[in-house]
């Protein structure tokens, strides 16, 4: 099994990256610290906002494969370093030939959304067993009982249009359950369903930010294997949309994301002070905001090194792999699916199992 | 593994400034400087075995000492300091 690295997250705007030999060299603006850290103790580079990458550091990491990601600075996916494409042909024509096949296709997409609807409403009933309230507890599991049916639903769905549409049941029925997983003690307020591109809310904000750092995941894993992100089952191919790492980590939302976004919330790790609200229409893909409810949040410098520091942690926290029987840690679960998906397309399984905690 | 690297090299020439600027690098390639020629690694066999064969490459027997102290696992974690030296994070979150 591959040994679980460190990611380095630059976040400092300013900071500047070099080459030196076998190791980075990371420059801090008003800081003369010299600081160098061994490549090969890093899988992967995350930055954020305005950093500088120079031309030699990047080379090298294309040339090792090692991750470079950059993130806008409110956490939302900009681009990768794409090395060469390797020559794992047979397995991207098993993949591609996979996607012709519309039964096939919906096989796996149907297998996707199982494992996201699942693990959702195991964060429902974990919640539901740790509330004192009984009206909530109660609330908690219908909401959990719903999922469970519109899974059983999804199961009979003919073809993707009808699965995506139990999808956008289900997701509503969870957000809803979700937000009473939140204190409502918290001052970043409730969570009033899921807005995005951009998050119009501190919640929204900070699962739009953890999302984003649970798709490079996927989009690595993939990427690791040897399969094609671009060629998805669920979400359609477009130019441009990495749809089967969007395919890979629906079901690691609920589990990965979403749990840890209500734990930092309710230890108050993550308090309304960490969230800004960007000057209305900054950004040229958003559509002129109306008040200021409209406006985009973002996480602040000091919230986003909490949440990246407390997601590295998380990161290593070790689940149980029911088809695996044994403990892999969070960071690595995307590398298994990918490998239990390549199985899949190949023909060697019959089909595509999802993962699910417990 | 938890490897400790401690490097004497002979610097009255301008040779061995060179040799000890090369080992200072390759070090820095595999861990972390906690002194100024004291090196904290943390690698795997393979990693160590390819750093001391750079290393023997690199040094001039006869004037330049090495010493590689194995740690018992997870020894860095029970170092204590005194003084302005910080503990070196191995495994912990890297965020600048």
């Known amino acids: ?16 990256l070099h080459l030196e030999h076998d190791a980075v060299r990371v420059r801090i603006p008003d800081d003369d610290q010299r600081r160098t850290l061994p490549l090969r103790r890093l899988d992967a580079i995350v930055v954020y906002g305005h950093v500088h990458l120079s031309t030699e550091l990047l080379s090298r990491c294309a040339d090792d494969g090692r991750d470079v990601v950059w993130m806008s600075a409110g956490g939302r996916f900009r681009s990768r370093l794409q090395g060469p494409v390797r020559g794992n042909v047979l397995l991207r024509h098993a993949q591609h030939l996979t996607h012709a096949d519309l ?19 195991q964060i429902l009933l974990k919640g539901a067993r740790d509330t004192n309230t009984a009206t909530t507890k109660t609330e908690l599991r219908d909401k959990a009982a719903t999922c469970a049916d519109y899974l059983a ?124 609200y960007q000057p209305p229409a900054q950004e040229a893909d958003t559509v002129a905001p109306a008040g200021d409810h409209e406006r985009a949040v973002h996480l602040t410098e000091d919230g986003r090194k909490i949440v990246l520091s407390e997601w590295q942690q998380w990161k290593q926290r070790q689940w149980r792999h029911k088809q695996l029987k044994r403990d892999v840690p969070a960071a690595l679960l995307p590398v298994v699916q990918s490998r239990i998906l390549a199985r899949h397309l190949r023909g060697e399984l019959p089909d595509y199992l999802p993962w699910s905690p417990t | 593994m938890h490897i400790l690297l401690t490097y004497d090299v002979n610097t009255t020439t301008p040779e061995g400034q060179r040799r000890l600027r090369h080992v200072a690098k390759l070090c820095e390639g595999y861990g972390q400087r906690v002194q100024q020629s004291v090196f904290e690694i943390v690698t795997d066999q393979a990693g160590l075995l390819t750093l001391l064969d750079h290393i023997t490459r690199t040094i001039a027997d006869d004037e330049d000492n090495i010493r590689v102290y194995r740690l018992p696992a997870e020894g860095f974690t029970k170092v204590q300091t005194l003084g302005k030296a910080g503990l070196i994070p191995h495994n912990d979150p890297l965020i600048m």
Do not use: C
């Open chain 1, 1 to 16: 099994m591959t040994e679980l690295l460190n990611s380095l997250y630059i976040q400092t705007p300013g900071a500047s």
């Open chain 1, 103 to 121: 039964a096939a296709r919906l096989r796996i997409a149907r297998s996707i959304i199982a494992g996201k609807i699942q693990n959702s409403r």
């Open chain 1, 153 to 276: 639903e999804s199961q009979q769905a003919t073809d993707l249009d009808q699965l995506m549409g139990w999808e956008g049941k289900t997701a509503e029925v969870y957000y809803t359950g979700l937000a009473l997983l939140l204190n409502p003690n918290n001052d970043t307020g409730p969570l009033v369903g899921r807005s995005r591109r951009p998050p119009r809310d501190p919640v929204n904000s900070l699962l739009s930010f953890l999302y984003g750092l649970t798709r490079s995941h996927a989009h690595g894993a993939l990427e690791q294997v040897g399969l094609d992100p671009y060629v998805g089952f669920l979400h359609g191919i477009r130019p441009g949309k990495p749809s089967l790492a969007l395919d890979l980590m629906e079901e690691f939302r609920p589990v990965l994301a979403d749990r840890l976004a209500v734990t930092l919330l309710n230890r108050k790790q993550i308090r309304a002070e960490h969230f800004e």
